[in-house]
């Protein structure tokens, strides 16, 4: 692979073993020094299982656990990408499940009929099912800086998962630990301002996934008095957030990315504010993708607006089409035989995006139809919205409200949308009804305006 996944990150996480449990530092050195980074020793198999194993039962009591556990973690960050490969395939392959074990405890069971046995034979089976390596990375929770271990180990193999099929399994004992360990009820809603400390402050300009922060007056901006910032804390990864959202005050549902981020733009008055836009979520850590951590940020950062802004009666976004380009440039013919669009235009709209250049009145009732259409009725293979974003919002229980042309005209903007973005509406006693009928149903609230624009 091109691109190392030995992080600065990394490195600053097994430091922070040392200056906690200092005096087993030298423990750890003389623990480590003895493998070499690419695990390319003639005894580096050998000596890696047997640490790992010391893990699993350690000589002695919780504080040797402790100093196997540290001394486990500090290697695999003080590896190349060559060596974390390899210990990640060493724990799945060594650390594996015993299946004739599990086929034993499960025949155990079925032989048996009496209630009170039965239930000591499901106790003896849950802890078979459970993997060896399992064990080992629920150790490192137990860590100060151990929960942000497991966040990076599962972002590193999140990046080889693709070539290295067989860490999988591994990759899903970490979601599940994480799924336990990251909780809502055990994150911290806080509001990022422009008082908040400036290595806080960094992390948002280096996080922001939407909209890149150009500059310390831009974000200056973005924390200003009509502008709010709110993010996701861990209590074990406490000066790290783990999801951000960016929210415009305004008096009516924005239709401009440009309008909204202009820094010569006077703050709005707080009497006219009316509508809280959500404009931007970022999530900042690879290693808990599919943790939906967003949906809650959304909720509980409604629920804080209405207690404090009683003024704000609509929530809003103004929302990406990340797949639009994409889709279309991928399914031209049979877009153009749905929608009765000639596929030499088709052509035409694509080297169009390509060249930036969208300006043309019939080019942009195409562009609308044509990105109603993939919104409304172009669905992944379980039925639900195509597009991440749309399916995003509308499994939170939004409606398509409005589709805005040349809202985002930035470079990025264009060739990922057309410069499209869309406004999902979160009409607060229609949520509920809305999800189910998404999650449940297929069906995708819209408005009669977005609906008009498959009729032109």
Same mark, same amino acid.
């Given at each position: 692979m091109s691109t190392s996944i030995v992080k600065v990150e990394d490195k600053k996480v097994a430091k922070g073993f040392f200056k906690i449990f200092g005096g087993v530092a030298d423990v750890v050195r003389l623990w480590i020094g003895s493998i070499t980074p690419d695990l390319s020793g003639s005894k580096d198999t050998d000596i890696l299982i047997s640490k790992m194993n010391e893990c699993l039962h350690p000589k002695g009591g919780e504080v040797s656990a402790r100093k196997n556990t540290i001394s486990l973690g500090k290697l695999y960050f003080s590896l190349s990408e060559t060596g974390k490969i390899k210990f990640l395939q060493i724990l799945v392959e060594k650390f594996n499940t015993n299946?004739?074990?599990? *086929?034993?405890?499960?025949?155990?069971?079925?032989? !048996?009929? !009496?209630?009170?046995?039965?239930?000591?034979?499901?106790?003896?089976?849950?802890?078979t099912l459970e993997s060896p390596r399992s064990k080992i990375l629920k150790q490192f929770i137990s860590l100060p800086d151990g929960l942000k271990v497991i966040v990076d180990m599962r972002s590193d193999i999140l990046k080889l998962q693709s070539k290295y099929k067989e860490l999988n399994p591994l990759e899903q004992e970490l979601k599940s630990i994480l799924s336990t360990w990251v909780d809502v009820d055990l994150l911290d809603l806080q509001q990022i301002t422009w008082d908040s400390p400036a290595s806080l402050l960094e992390k948002l300009i280096k996080y922001e996934a939407v909209h890149k922060i150009s500059s310390w007056n831009d974000l200056k901006n973005r924390l200003d008095s009509d502008r709010l910032c709110f993010a996701f804390f861990h209590y074990k990864i406490p000066n790290e957030p783990l999801i951000f959202v960016e929210v415009a005050l305004t008096n009516g549902i924005t239709s401009s990315i440009q309008h909204l981020l202009d820094e010569t733009i006077p703050s709005n008055d707080p009497d006219s504010i009316n509508t809280a836009v959500f404009y931007s979520i970022s999530n900042t850590q690879i290693g808990l993708s599919g943790i939906n951590l967003g /949906?809650?940020?959304?909720?509980?950062?409604?629920?804080?607006?209405?207690?404090?802004?009683? /003024?704000?009666?609509?929530? @809003?976004?103004?929302?990406p089409i990340p797949g639009f380009i994409k889709w279309l440039i991928e399914n031209l013919a049979n877009v153009s035989d749905k929608l009765n669009i000639k596929p030499s235009f088709c052509t035409e709209i694509i080297e169009s995006i390509k060249q930036l250049q969208i300006h043309n009145e019939y080019l942009k009732q195409c562009l609308l139809k044509l990105c109603a259409?993939?919104?409304?009725?172009?669905?992944?293979? !379980?039925? *639900?919205? *195509?597009?991440?974003? @749309?399916?995003?919002?509308?499994?939170?229980? @939004?409606?398509?409200?409005?589709?805005?042309?040349?809202?985002?005209i930035s470079e990025k903007g264009i060739k990922q949308s057309a410069g499209i973005m869309v406004n999902y509406l979160y009409e607060l006693p229609k949520i509920d009804s809305n999800h189910e009928n998404y999650m449940i149903n297929k069906i995708v609230a819209r408005s009669k305006e977005v609906s008009a624009l498959l009729k032109r």
């Open positions: 299946q004739k074990e599990i *086929y034993s405890k499960i025949k155990e069971y079925q032989q !048996n009929h !009496n209630t009170e046995l039965n239930h000591k034979f499901e106790q003896a089976l849950t802890k /949906n809650f940020l959304i909720k509980r950062v409604v629920e804080k607006l209405t207690t404090e802004f009683k /003024n704000i009666k609509t929530y @809003a976004t103004l929302s259409y993939y919104l409304l009725k172009v669905n992944n293979n !379980n039925g *639900y919205a *195509y597009d991440p974003v @749309a399916h995003f919002h509308l499994s939170n229980g @939004a409606s398509i409200k409005r589709l805005n042309w040349l809202a985002d």
